[in-house]
Structure formats: C-alpha cells, structure tokens
C-alpha cells in the first residue's frame, strides 16, 4: 500500500500530541516531499544578510508524525529508504556560535549550491559529490513535550547520518504507541561529522517502507550500500589528525588542521575551506585505546580536486 | 642511498638520550624489520595462558632511533612507506583492564592469525582482510626520558591509524635535532579504533623514504591511496550507533551494540565478536555539532562474511 505524507502539515518540535497525518500499516510505502531546514526563510537567491533574521522557531519543518499500526515502545520500527531525490538546489550555512570551530568562525556566512548534477562545483575549486540523505529521521521519543529537534537521541532524529543514502535502512527503537515517524532536513552532502554545523540543506523528496520488527534495539542502526561517494572514493586521501585526552578537541585540531592545509594549499577562504570540510571531510576516531591519548583524523578525498 | 635499520638494536621507550642505531641524509632508503609488539614474548605457537606472565617492560620494541641530518625542531618528516611485507603470522589479544570495553572483557583472551594470504580467517565466519601498516612510527618527542610508547602524541608515535599502508606517506612534527624516527608494533589488520586495543600484531618488514621539510605542521599529517580494504569497501555495511553527550560513551555504547548485533546474528563468541570489531569495524563521527549530543556510529563491512 502506497501513501503520500501531507506535505502541508509539519510539526518544528517532538511532542507525543503532536497529531499524526497519517496511519499506516506495518509493511506500506509513504512518500514525502520535505522542505529544507530553514523552512523557505533561505532560498536560491538568498545572501548572507538573510542569516541574521531567522526566525528559529521555525527551523526543523519535519512532516509527519506517521502512526505505523502495531507499533509498540520496545519494537524496532525498520525504515526502507527507497527512494531519494533531490529539488535541484541546496544552501551551507556558518552559523556564529554553532559548529565545531565557533571561535575560528564567528561571522555568519552562505552559499547556495546547485543541485542538479552528480557534483557540485565549490567555486572552480572543488568538484562535491552529491549523495543526498534526510538528516532527521526519527521515531517521537517517549515523553517528549515540545522537545527540540537539533539534537538527536536513541530515537534518531537529527542523525545527520551519511551512510543513510538511498538504498540504505534505518532502525528506530520506538519510543511511543504507533512509531510516530517524521522526516525532513534532508542534506545533498555531508561529511562525517558536519563539522561546520551544516550540510547541503536542502528541499529534497523521498519514499520509505515502514515495518514494524518485534525486536529491541538500544540506539539507531542501519546498513547501507557499497561505497558512499564512488566518485571519489577510489582515489588518494588526504588525513590530518588531532592527538590528545579529549575525543572533541581532537576532532577540532583535525579539523583546525585541515582548514589551514586547504587555505595555504588550494586558494580557498577560511570559511570555504571549513564549508567543504563539512561537507566532504570525514572525521574518524583512528584510535580510542592508547593510554588515554586518542587520536581523530579528518580525511578528505583529494578527487574533489579532479 | 639506502641503509638497513640494525634489527637487533631495539629500544622500549622514547628517550632524547637513546643513541641512534643510524644516520642518513634526507631522502635516504631505510629498511626495518620489526618484531610483533610483545617482542618475541608471543610466538605461533601461543595460548590463552602466555598472556597472564607478560614482562610489559619488553611491549613496544622498536627499531631506531634514525638520525636524519639536517633536521631540525619546527621542521617536518616526510615518511614515505614504499613497502610492509609480513612475516606469515600475527596474534590478536583482549587485555583485562584495556580496551575500549573493559568491564565486559574482563578475561585475557587470545587469537592466533594467518597472514599468509590476502585474508585471514575467523574461524569459519569471517575473513579478515590483511592490510598491515606500522602502528607506530613516530619521532622523539622534545625532552622525552624514558616516556611510554604506548599514548601517542603530535610526534606521532604508536598512532595505531589504519591508512598508513603501503604507498602512503606520513608527515610528522620534528622535535629534536635529527628526528630521531623510529618504528615497529606492525598490525596485519585493525578497523578505525583498534577497539580491543589490539590489531593482529604481527613481526613485519617495511621500506621508507625520508625527508626533511622545512616547514611546520601542528600535528601528524597523512596522504594514503586509493581504498584501504578494497576486497570489502564495495559491499553493504553494518553501523551501530552510539548517541549521547561524550563522545567515548557513544563510542563504547556503538561497540557494544555491533558485539550484540555480532553475537546474536553471526554465531561468535562474545570474545571473538569484540575481536572482530578491533580488526573491522570503523568508529565515524557521525555529528559532532548537534546541541551537545554527538553520534559515533560503528560500521562493519558485511562482505568480510562473504
């Protein structure tokens, strides 16, 4: 059974009042159509001055909730992404105080990115691949009273996940009678790590399957298939690392680091260079064991560059 | 020029005062052969039981310290890795009171591994790609007496970071006069993390090149070619997730669900399922810039049971 989620009516909180716009049953297909996360306050033709008249309260536009029939706290609900499409455009924001280099960046800036094609350009620079995923995908989370969607739980929700490309599968545990799934901030690109606190935000349509598995999981999981960017994949890896007690300020030396090699090797801007490490540079934990030093690398695929 | 590390000089801590066992000029060949990280402690042969009676003095020996004329602190030292051949075999241990799980693992457990082929089985279940790099290479660190190998540092050191394979090449932070670079602690295989806080620790052979650059980087810095683990990279993963405010309890809590996940689907052990994690999974930063509550996801290539 095929459905279509009502496009008009989003909900910007977690709240188990929040009224589903749909029932389901487990096993059907729903399809969706999702702004992006500035809910239109951003468009193509939006400058950077627009960044200082947000309006909050509405970011996050997530449609749904979904009831999914059978589904009880405690269940798995298993969600099929089919399906991903893009609206042939998306913008990148740095947003003052957010991110994960707040002190380097303090000023407010945008671009717009073409969405169209396969990759796209950052300038004459740089070659992005375009992997489209929905950044939130979530189940409502037990107890939520107007709860906040930017930060995810074991629920999921603003997952800001990569690998949940088309072709992928997510598993929610649910929380609350009926799944109450919702979807929306969907991102053209993003490294792991969105480490400037931003995607390729972007209006994007989708479909899922819904099934609801008698089974208990403690957090989100997900398979998803073969290589992520095959566009550049293959090809040679740049890495810098941060080394230290503390796994955060490791991932922000990496990142400081990267951000200076791009500026002194590839003619970019401090802040170019920092929106194309959050969206192409992924940031791995090389090791968690040693002493209490660990050791984030930020590794960037140098075919972007090709 | 090329030269050979005297094999049999080894030593167990970084130390300014340790005398180097070679002098090149920069660009210079060298050649190493190392022991596995025990040093000779474990051998092939090898049961459960060794691991109860290990001299930890004896851990981490390594071969070096190699001067490289003209270098000097503030500088960097580019390691090419032009080759690493293993010697056929390697061990892969839980260590009661490491690791990335210790409560759970609290028993010393080990693995002998066959590394003459292009994988390694586990058992009937998995292979195990063999992908071997050095985990630790490193350069003296300024004023270092008798410091411990095993944390890590800026000057490198035991780094334990999968991409420094065969046809990468690593850039280090030079502290002291010469470099004094020194290497061993070979692994044949190790996911992102090392999460058992063992690779397959293995006897190796390598070839570098190394040079002097005169300019300054803050930590180190790699570039490593093409795919790590293309017998894998292109089939379907598995991730588990962790979700929370710490960015080391999302990680335990993503190794703990695949161990779970492992257990429960693929007839290991919970010994052997946190083994294979520690040789095959990868910890990613999935967000790091979500209101405080960051995501770890643990990813396993499926087709290591193909």
Not at 33 to 38: A, F, G, I, L, P
Not at 77 to 102: D, H, M, N, Y
């Amino acid at each position: 059974m095929q459905h279509t989620v009502p496009e008009d009516q989003v909900h910007y909180l977690w709240d188990e009042g929040n009224e589903p716009t749909l029932r389901i049953e487990s096993g059907d297909e729903i399809s969706v159509e999702t702004r992006e996360v500035s809910d239109g306050q951003i468009t193509p033709e939006s400058t950077t001055e627009v960044l200082g008249d947000l309006d909050v309260s509405r970011l996050y536009p997530l449609v749904g909730p979904v009831y999914v029939e059978g589904a009880e706290p405690g269940d798995t609900l298993k969600v099929e992404i089919l399906s991903i499409e893009t609206r042939g455009w998306g913008w990148t924001a740095i947003l003052p105080g957010l991110g994960l280099l707040p002190d380097e960046f303090p000023d407010p800036y945008l671009r717009i990115f073409d969405l169209s094609a396969d990759t796209t350009p950052l300038d004459d620079v740089a070659k992005i691949p375009v992997e489209p995923f929905f950044g939130t995908m979530g189940v409502c989370p037990a107890g939520a009273r107007e709860q906040t969607v930017m930060p995810p739980g074991t629920f999921g929700g603003n997952m800001d996940t990569r690998q949940l490309v088309q072709g992928s599968t997510l598993y929610l545990p649910v929380q609350v009678e009926g799944a109450h799934f919702s979807c929306g901030d969907a991102h053209g690109a993003q490294g792991d790590g969105e480490v400037c606190v931003t995607g390729i935000e972007a209006p994007m349509a989708g479909t899922f399957r819904l099934s609801v598995e008698k089974r208990t999981i403690p957090a989100p999981q997900w398979s998803a298939p073969g290589q992520l960017t095959p566009r550049v994949d293959d090809g040679v890896f740049f890495g810098t690392t941060g080394v230290g007690p503390d796994l955060y300020v490791c991932a922000q030396d990496a990142v400081r680091a990267m951000v200076a090699h791009l500026v002194e090797t590839r003619s970019l801007s401090a802040e170019d260079a920092y929106v194309l490490a959050s969206l192409c540079v992924d940031l791995k934990i090389s090791e968690i064991v040693d002493a209490g030093q660990y050791i984030v690398s930020a590794v960037l695929p140098l075919a972007v560059f090709a």
